[in-house]
């Protein structure tokens, strides 16, 4: 089992992602440099606007960076083809959204399991029993998305992210529209799935609270990396959200 001394999981260099020309251009990543360690949740966390979801996405190889680079392990998900990007994705990042994404005419079970059949991996059923049990969604196994609440939908959309065994799991805002004590417990899962399964998970948060369940902040402005902050506590990450005020342009 993994624990935080794992190596990298991600590495980004010089990743640059500018929507729009002329005047307008909005630069969303400017020159990122990161490093994630494997069995370690990380929390990005930043004013609106300063480009989180445009770095999570490019991580994840869902949006493709106007220059820089991104390596899951080995494998270099910049520069692939799309079908390439697809199958190494499919492979090795997971992906939790901000609105679950479930497929409301499956089940919970083939909802998970739908990243092994679309990339044409073996099915393991002890791995699915584990997340299962982990996520404590055993009933949801028979549901529809519909049938189940909201908190339900994101433990399912978990297990779908961490089926297919990937080294990373990106998510936006995994807790975003979650009470507190359905919060407290996907936040859980995410640190024990770093924790006891070795799993890389970083995800994009606006919750003081949420970032700290993780191991390490990282504090993103104007596109930029602007500082992070080791073992946090709800106190260090909004002294380091004011911190950042300083620096908005
Ligand atoms: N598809 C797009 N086309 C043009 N501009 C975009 C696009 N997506 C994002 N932007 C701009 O890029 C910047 C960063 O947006 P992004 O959504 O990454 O920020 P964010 O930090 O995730 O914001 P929030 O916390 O409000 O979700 C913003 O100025 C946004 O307006």
Known sequence: MGDATTPVALTARGLTKTYGAGEGAVTAVDHVDLDIPGGVLTAVMGPSGSGKTTLVHLLAGLDRPDS???WVGDDELTGLSDKKLAQVRGRVVGFVFQGFNLIQTM??????VLPLRLNRLPQDEA?????VEMLGI???????????SGGQQQR????????????VVLADEPTGNLDTHAS?????????SCRE???????????PTAASYAGRVLLFANGRVEGHITDPTPESVLAGLDALAGVER
């Open 197 to 207: 399964l070795g799993q890389s998970v970083v995800m994009v948060t606006h919750d």
């Open 68 to 70: 820089g680079e991104v």
């Open 156 to 167: 399912v959309a978990i297990a779908r992210a961490l089926i297919t065994r990937p080294r």
């Open 184 to 192: 407290a417990q996907i936040l859980s899962h995410l640190r024990t």
């Open 138 to 148: 055993e009933r949801e196994l028979d549901r529809r998305p519909y049938e189940m």
């Open 127 to 131: 791995w699915l029993a584990t997340l």
């Open 107 to 112: 089940s919970g079970r083939d909802n998970i």
